[in-house]
C-alpha cells in the first residue's frame, strides 16, 4: 500500500472547493503541522469534519438566513402598474408576478428559505396563459375584483378577502373580464421544491375555451364543497389540497366577528384577549388546504396587544385592514392595509392593534397569514414557544 505524497495532497487540495483553516480556540485541537496537513488532505478528498463545523450545523436555536422586513403596499402596486404598461403577460413569462426578496437570501426570489411571495397583476381584458406545476400556491384578494381564475375549466371568481388554495398539479389560467386591472398575492412553496428538486412544470393552452371565459358568481367547487359542516356524498376527494376552489370573505369575517363577540360574553373563544383567529382547512378531511402550506386570518381588536410568540419555520403576512404596530425579532414597524411582512424561523413575534373604524371596516387590525408549518409537524420538527411563559 502506498501513500499520497503530501505535496500532491497540497496541490490536489488546491481546486477543492473545501476550505479548512486551524484555529486557537477552545474546543479545537492543537495548531500544528501536523493538524495543518491534515487538513489539507481533507480538503483534497472533499472531507469536512464536524469539529470545525459543529457551531453552525448544530446551533442551540435555528437561525434563519432569512431576516424581518415589510414591503410596503402602496409601492409594490405603483411598480406592478408600471409593470403593466410594459411587460407583456404571455409565454415566457408566463404571468406579471413580481416576487419578494428577502434581503438576507442573496438576491434570490424568495420571501423565506420555504415560502414564495409575490404581488401579480392584470390589465384589463387580459389573459394569463394556462399551465401547471407541482408548486402549491394559492391567491389572496387584499382590494379589487373582477378577475376570474380558471382551475381545471372551473372559473373562480376573486373579490376582496377571498382566499383561492390551488394544489399542484392542476391546470389554471386567469382571465380579467373587467375595464380595471386588479392585483393580488400569490403564495407557493417554490423555494421548498426547489430545495428538494422536486419541481415540474408544463405549458398548456395558449387560450382558454370560451366555455370557460365566463363570470359566474360562484365556482362550481363553491356549490359542491362550500357548505358549512356539509360534504357531499355523491363525490370522493382523494388528489392532495382542497377540493373548495375558494374561502370567501363574509364567512372569514362572520367568524371572526362572533369569536370577539363569544370572548365579550365571557366565553371561550379566541386565542388570547382580543385575539380572534381562523385556519383555512380541507372540507374533505379537516387538514390544512395544502399540503405544504398553512394559510390563517386573524382579527386583533383596537388596544390589543399579542403575546411574542416563537415557532419553527417561517410565515409571510400581509395586512388584510387597519392599521397597527408589528415587531419581528429586534425589528419594529408600522403597518396598515396591503402591508407585507415576513416571520423567519424563531424570531419573537407580536402585534399592536391601533386600528379603528376610520380605518378598518371590522374596525380591528386584520391579518392575512400563510407558514410553512404543514411541513414542520410532518416531520416533526413543529416547536412553538411563549416568551413571557
Not at 363553491?222 to 356524498?233: A, F, I, M, Q, S
Amino acid at each position: 500500500m502506498t501513500s499520497t505524497p503530501v505535496d500532491a495532497l497540497a496541490e490536489s487540495s488546491a481546486d477543492s472547493p473545501v476550505t479548512l483553516r486551524a484555529v486557537d480556540a477552545p474546543g479545537q485541537p492543537d495548531v500544528t503541522p501536523e493538524l495543518e496537513d491534515l487538513y489539507r488532505g481533507f480538503e483534497a478528498e472533499l472531507l469536512v469534519p464536524l469539529w470545525t463545523e459543529i457551531g453552525g450545523l448544530m446551533p442551540p436555536h435555528p437561525r434563519s438566513s432569512a431576516v424581518p422586513h415589510v414591503w410596503t403596499w402602496d409601492r409594490l402596486v405603483r411598480l406592478a402598474e408600471r409593470a403593466g404598461r410594459i411587460v407583456p403577460v404571455g409565454r415566457g413569462g408566463e404571468r406579471r408576478a413580481i416576487a419578494l426578496a428577502n434581503p438576507g437570501l442573496g438576491g434570490r426570489p424568495f420571501a423565506t428559505p420555504t415560502l414564495w411571495a409575490a404581488i401579480q397583476y392584470l390589465m384589463p381584458g387580459e389573459d394569463a396563459p394556462e399551465h401547471r406545476h407541482t408548486q402549491h400556491a394559492f391567491r389572496f384578494v387584499v382590494e379589487g375584483s373582477g378577475v376570474w381564475t380558471v382551475v381545471g375549466g372551473d372559473p373562480v371568481p376573486m373579490n376582496r378577502g377571498d382566499f383561492l388554495p390551488q394544489a399542484g398539479w392542476n391546470w389554471h389560467a386567469h382571465h380579467n373580464a373587467t375595464d380595471r386591472p386588479m392585483a393580488w398575492i400569490d403564495g407557493l412553496d417554490i423555494p421548498f421544491q426547489y430545495l428538494t428538486e422536486a419541481q415540474f412544470f408544463e405549458f398548456g393552452r395558449d387560450e382558454i375555451s370560451e366555455a370557460e371565459r365566463v363570470t359566474p358568481e360562484r365556482s362550481r367547487s363553491e356549490r359542491l364543497w362550500g357548505y358549512p359542516g356539509l360534504r357531499p356524498v355523491g363525490v370522493g376527494h382523494t388528489t392532495p389540497g382542497s377540493p373548495l376552489l375558494s374561502y370567501k370573505w363574509e364567512h372569514t369575517d362572520r367568524a371572526l366577528a362572533d369569536q370577539l363577540v363569544l370572548e365579550k360574553d365571557g366565553h371561550a373563544a379566541t386565542v388570547e384577549p382580543g385575539h380572534a383567529a381562523v385556519r383555512y382547512t380541507n372540507p374533505a378531511d379537516g387538514t390544512d388546504v395544502l399540503p405544504t402550506l398553512r394559510a390563517e386570518f386573524h382579527r386583533v381588536a383596537r388596544g390589543a396587544e399579542t403575546v411574542p410568540v416563537r415557532e419553527t419555520g417561517s410565515s409571510v403576512y400581509q395586512v388584510f385592514d387597519g392599521s397597527g404596530t408589528v415587531t419581528v425579532g429586534d425589528r419594529t414597524w408600522s403597518v396598515t392595509r396591503g402591508d407585507l411582512f415576513v416571520v423567519p424561523s424563531w424570531e419573537p413575534f407580536s402585534v399592536r392593534s391601533e386600528a379603528g373604524p376610520s380605518d378598518s371596516d371590522s374596525g380591528a387590525l386584520d391579518l392575512f397569514r400563510f407558514g410553512d408549518a404543514p411541513v414542520f409537524e410532518a416531520l416533526k420538527l413543529h416547536r412553538t414557544a411563549k416568551d413571557n411563559a
